[in-house]
């Protein structure tokens, strides 16, 4: 079974998604994070497609094949935006209700969304990020700080060059550091990064990092979604948070105690061994974690193609 390499357009963006088993009765969408590409839901997807889901992968802003449709519109990488975009996206596509799971940067996102628009989802699945978690004011340990030591970095002149100059070898300082060692192929860190050379991706990645901190100024078009966003709207949609134990940039405590921000079923499960790209680092496990979580869909693989 292989994807099919789609696009739609939404207000801003002509989204790239893979579309695996496209007669599936339920959608699932599966968002990356950074520094990722599509590529790294490719061991977990044909799980779920063969379950009977029909599994959509959008590339995020900033990230090839997705383009913006107008070069004045601003680069803003602010986690609300892509909260909005994945709503404009299940809006393109007339999904119903599909289940959003989300790593990293798409983790943000599938909550931004859930908070922003309730009952948009079905079950709700972040991996290596917390709820909770956007507030600039919230308090950090200074373990935690110094993990986040890439964040302050991308706020100073020469954090921004490196960026531009040399992004490639800065995120792949990121695949080497927040996972055990040797987990990753340099083939596949390679290909993923031609995902990078969108000449958008600096400034998305830049902006994102600069904003969540009060570095820099937000688009004013976001301005109603970030005030909903601020505090973090209590959540009802069925959560499942899926965490790493050996992820070393964001440790595993940073995801516990996170029940009062969900008024419905909440799941936290550690996974043994694994760092920060769980999806990549243990699919199968992954897949099963999800499947037994969302369930299967009423017409199951006899509709997989």
Known sequence: MTPTLKTVDTSLLRVAYEEWNPAGERSVLLLHGWPDSIRCWSGVAPGLAAA?????VPALRGFLPTQFLKEDTPRTGQLASLGCDLLEFI????????????HDWGARAVSIACGLRPGVASHLVMMSVAYGTNDPAQALSLSQARNYWYHWYMATPRGEKTVRQDGRNFAR??????????????EEFEATAQAFDNPDWADITLHSYRHRWGHAPGDPLYLPQETRLTPAPVLDVPTLLLHGAADTVNHPDTSLGKESF????????????????PQREAPFEVAAALLEFMGAPAVASANVH
């Open 52 to 56: 009977g889901w029909r599994v959509l």
């Open 91 to 102: 809006d393109a596509l007339g999904l119903r209700q599909p289940a959003l799971v989300g």
């Open 173 to 186: 300082t990121m695949w080497d550091t927040w996972s055990p060692p040797g987990w990753y192929a340099r």
């Open 262 to 277: 969900f008024s419905g079923r909440y799941e936290r499960r550690l996974l043994e061994g694994v760092g920060h790209f």
